[in-house]
């Protein structure tokens, strides 16, 4: 295990590879997105079917358990997975606090400049294209790293900004809770011709008008809402001010609070800080406003407590965005929901499995009213026992289980250590598909890009994207495809 002064040395090493504009128009030729090369990112492959053609990296630090945290950052256009990765800031307090951190990133295949679609409902709308990619890199988190579902936050700068606030507002049973830097109020656009108005002065609606846009982007749900931080320079030009006070205006309504602040702050580098409070008094709403920054993620390079990132274009030395996000999110707590620190339940193992259930036992946690007990990071019950018995599962499936403890007032200690159970019994057989490329791709097996066809899950090459090239593919598990022109073991369509 690297120490954490170390990996923030080599962090700090590596360079940016790209910049962050906004800009949707894509009448100039996008630069290279550099693949990320920094020590501990690393490329996922197969978090699912992927309809959005993103790509998936993961910052998993050594030594975090599961049940820990999970933050999903956005690049700006023209940028990588890596350039966020390298200033952002966020890998650092992984490391410190114990979270992961997963770093979708989109290329010129789907956008001249390699903007996240926030501008388009093909891309910006539940169950769709990118916003469902990135629903499903959370998915594999919690299922692969044991992430807690009640802790998952998004965040992202500029076009991953705007894309931030579409997925708080299409899966805020996902999200709980965003930031916004430099970004645009949910579906602000829906088109990329609308995008530009909004860049530089959206709609002037009223807080409610803005809020019907969160509510209509997945009816009927009434709450709980994300908490939501939006962080503005005063001098950006490249997306207004504007955008700042409709975001606070969008969120506070959905809160049912009003845009008064329940108080104001000055924090380093300009910056000044206004809080708005829910019904119980706990921040909903939190506006960062850099005074003379331009366009750009806040950093501030350094090795104080509060200083994070570094410098490159369109990463700005100002204030360290990462660390008072994190703050307000509460990841500066060890544990679940900033409880009371009862201690992690020791000794959980499996004691029995069948073909539909898996049966655990744990050692029993001092001042512990009740437990509850995660599946693949999901709460699955809550119960006053040392033991529970998990029914209704899939054979022959792994399935990674946590436990924490709660106080007689029902606020959750930290996660134990995950243990894997697999049930008995074999797993659905393989299915093979014999088709051409273009058929593959109409199937949903396949997704294009730059004029070849890939497979979904694996994102083999599977040559050009036309009716006279032809392969079979082998799917295992459901939505992963593979290439099986030498053989498939089961039967074809």
Known sequence: ????????????????????????????????????????????????SNPGNLQMFAYTPDGVPAGAPLVVALHGCTQSANAYYTNSGWTEYADLWGFDVVFPQTTSANNALSCFGWFDPADSTRGRGEAASVVQMVEYAKQTYGSDGRRVFVTGLSAGGGMTADLLAAYPDVFAGGSVASGLPAQCATSQAAASGCQTGPQKLTPAQWGDKVRGSHPGWTGPWPRVAIWQGTSDYTVYPANATALRDQWTDVWGIGQTPSRTESLPGNTTRSVYDDASGQPAVETFSVSGMGHGLPVSPGSGAEQCGSTAAYFLDTICSAYHTGVFWGLDRTAPGGGTGLPAPAGLKVTGV????????????????????????????????????????????????????????G???????????????????????????????????????????????????????????????????????????????????
């Open 1 to 48: 295990m690297r120490p954490p002064i170390l990996r923030r040395l080599l962090r700090r090493v590596a360079s940016a590879t790209a910049c962050g504009l906004l800009a949707v128009l894509g009448a100039h030729p996008a630069p290279a997105v550099a693949a990320p090369t920094a020590a501990g990112l690393q490329q996922v492959t197969g978090f699912g």
């Open 354 to 409: 069948t073909a539909s259930s898996a049966s655990l036992t744990w050692s029993a946690v001092t001042g512990a009213a009740s437990y509850t007990v995660y599946r693949d990071g999901a709460k699955v019950a809550t119960t006053a026992s040392t033991s529970f018995t998990d029914t209704g599962l899939t054979a022959g499936t792994a399935y990674r289980y946590s436990v924490t403890a709660a106080d007689p007032s």
């Open 411 to 493: 606020t959750a200690g930290a996660g134990s250590s995950a243990v894997t159970a697999t049930t008995t019994g074999g797993a659905a057989p393989a299915t093979c598909f014999t088709a051409t490329n273009y058929a593959h791709v109409t199937a949903g097996r396949a997704h294009v890009s730059g004029g070849h066809a890939y497979a979904n899950g694996s994102n083999q090459d599977m040559g050009l994207y036309n009716v006279f090239v032809t392969h079979t593919l082998r799917e295992s598990p459901a939505g992963h495809f593979v290439i099986a022109d030498s053989g498939c073991q089961t039967g074809s369509s």
